[in-house]
């Protein structure tokens, strides 16, 4: 080929790279944005939601507020029953006979509070080792003896009150697989574990560790700075979608990823190297923590408060 043509190869092959890019076409049917290729071109700057592409605050805002409406009329799936209910695996096991059994479960339905495997521990007749044991094999997962004092390098933070409410820790990341590890100190909740993988796009593996090893690091946890999470105590579409039009417009994110995660709805906006956390607790009269500021709805930058601890 001339050289006096190459130029013309070159931007020929260009344009047809760009054209191909689903960035720049947005994802809105409704969009009245730039429609020619040269427009969509000089246009280029927009937000992934959802790993599809918006051009444009209006028209993420518009997909934003439809996903919320969504997932905000979600009913939450009921839990399925435990495959074979503790008690009876741990007197199959021989670490509890059939009277010891009978007995939690009075003191159980008496006390009215608690799941069973820590009324075998309150009442002696098996150690947090026998439970948790029991536990990962109710549910099929590996246990975990220990965990360092650090957080877990991983794909993104999962917000602390999300943390507290499944009573689970980030465990282990594997880069190669884009795998995160979460260990359960109660039940294994393979919803919040989908929620999590469509958040921080990648997958989840759980496993079962300790209840009191899992409550000792949610508070060293508290005592740490989460100034990436932002939360609010709100059941009203209308607050909440105002309240996200404006950390949109406030942040400009380049990605924004929700999804529910039991009475949460949650919201990650990447902007440049930092990601920011909406979290909208959706539970009438849930508790708030001292300090809450009040922007219609009650919000805070940390975590600190703790759900009753329950197990089995």
């Given at each position: 080929m001339p050289d006096f043509l190459k130029p013309l190869s070159w931007s020929s092959t260009w344009i047809?790279?760009?054209?191909?890019?689903?960035r720049t076409v947005c994802a809105l049917l409704s969009c009245s944005g730039p429609r020619t290729l040269w427009q969509r071109l000089r246009r280029r700057r927009g937000t992934f939601l959802q790993d599809a592409?918006?051009?444009?605050?209006?028209?993420l805002e518009t997909a934003l507020m439809g996903q919320i409406s969504r997932l905000h009329a979600l009913t939450p799936a009921a839990q399925p029953p435990n495959r074979i209910p503790l008690g009876l695996l741990m007197v199959a096991r021989g670490k509890l006979t059939h009277l010891e059994v009978q007995a939690a479960l009075e003191a159980q339905r008496r006390a009215r509070y608690g799941k069973i495997g820590e009324w075998f521990e309150k009442l002696g007749f098996a150690s947090e080792q026998d439970v948790t044991t029991a536990?990962?094999?109710?549910?099929?997962?590996?246990?975990?003896s220990s965990f360092g004092p650090s957080l877990v390098d991983s794909p993104g933070r999962i917000p602390l009150r999300i943390l507290?409410?499944?009573?689970?820790?980030?465990?282990?990341?594997?880069?190669?697989?884009n795998t995160l590890s979460l260990a359960f100190g109660e039940r294994v909740d393979h919803g919040a574990l989908y929620a999590i993988e469509k958040i921080l796009d990648c997958r989840t593996q759980p496993c079962v560790a300790g209840r009191k090893?899992?409550?000792?690091q949610l508070e060293f946890m508290r005592q740490m700075n989460h100034g990436g999470d932002v939360e609010f105590l709100s059941r009203d579409l209308n607050e909440m979608s105002r309240i996200t039009s404006s950390y949109v417009t406030r942040l400009s994110p380049e990605e924004v990823r929700l999804s529910r995660v039991g009475r949460f709805i949650w919201?990650?906006?990447?902007?440049?190297?930092?990601?920011?956390?909406?979290?909208?607790?959706?539970?009438?009269?849930a508790a708030t923590r001292p300090g809450a500021n009040s922007l219609g709805a009650s919000a805070s930058s940390r975590g600190g408060w703790s759900p009753s601890s329950s197990r089995g």
């Open positions: 047809k790279r760009h054209r191909a890019h689903p592409f918006y051009c444009g605050p209006r028209c536990l990962a094999l109710q549910w099929g997962c590996p246990v975990v507290e409410s499944f009573q689970m820790l980030p465990f282990n990341y594997a880069a190669s697989t090893t899992i409550a000792r919201l990650r906006l990447k902007a440049r190297s930092a990601a920011t956390n909406l979290l909208f607790c959706l539970q009438a009269g």
